[in-house]
């Protein structure tokens, strides 16, 4: 049996001028499987790359280090093409056909940031057929049979964003506030440095301080107020790295008021001073820390 009978569409990518450091999108489609003799097993296989692979309908299975796992609409899986613990197939008995959308992708740390989400949070993700990145993955159904042709960034954002969107908890546990906690994130990140006092972000939102804490957490999994401060962080160290700002234009733009308190909050958090950092330092890997 041939691709063309059973890919319902397809797009390739080309990236003009990659990076050695960003991931790059190979392919995305759609296909039907209706046979037994659709099995990939990682052990066989020797490319580089990975992918994330999405039941939309139908039953696919997945064999994980001896286990094995039902994948139905809405089941998810993301894993590196030539994972030795990874076999997914056409299930024997299965009565109807399995569809299901893939993203194929390589280059970058993509075998090093694959590997991390296997191994902290599983293999498998619940990504609902009508989720916003299946609609933006399918979108791509518009230029089948063509190449897209993206720079760097583009490229690196779609596959960094698809994955992203996956694995949160907004994707993996979908409910009615989903939409608010997105705008309250969105809100987050196009000025950290503005009030963002959770008692005024409540009262933009007409809503208690107590019930807005409490969606943010149910959904996310931190407070409201630890994700302002993780997110500033990481806007900070930002800033170091790349820029020549002065630490006190880095506090401020990154959200803090007093450069004090954003020093010793800096060095209980990574262990380092900001000018460690600037200096070419690198941050202790501490779980959670942004």
Known sequence: MSYD????????????????SLPVPEMIGEEVQNTPAYRWDGRKRSEDGAQVVITIAGCGRIDISGREFELSAGKCFIHNHNDPEVCYFY???ARE????????????????LVNEINRQSGYIFDVAPNSAVVKKLREFRNYAGAV????????????LETVGQICSPQEVHPNSYSALTVELQNLIAADPAADLQVEKLAARFQISREHLSRIFYRETGITLHEYIIRFRLKIAVDLLRRTRLSLKEVCARSGWMDYSSFYRLFVKRFDCSPQSIRDGGKIPDKTGTL
């Open 97 to 112: 056909p399995w569809r299901f959308l893939w993203f194929a992708f390589f280059g970058g740390n993509t075998r090093q």
């Open 91 to 93: 299930p024997p008995r």
């Open 5 to 20: 009978d059973v890919r319902l569409w397809q797009t390739h990518f080309s990236i003009h001028r990659a990076l050695e």
């Open 148 to 159: 897209q042709i993206l720079s760097p960034f583009e490229g690196g954002n779609l596959v």
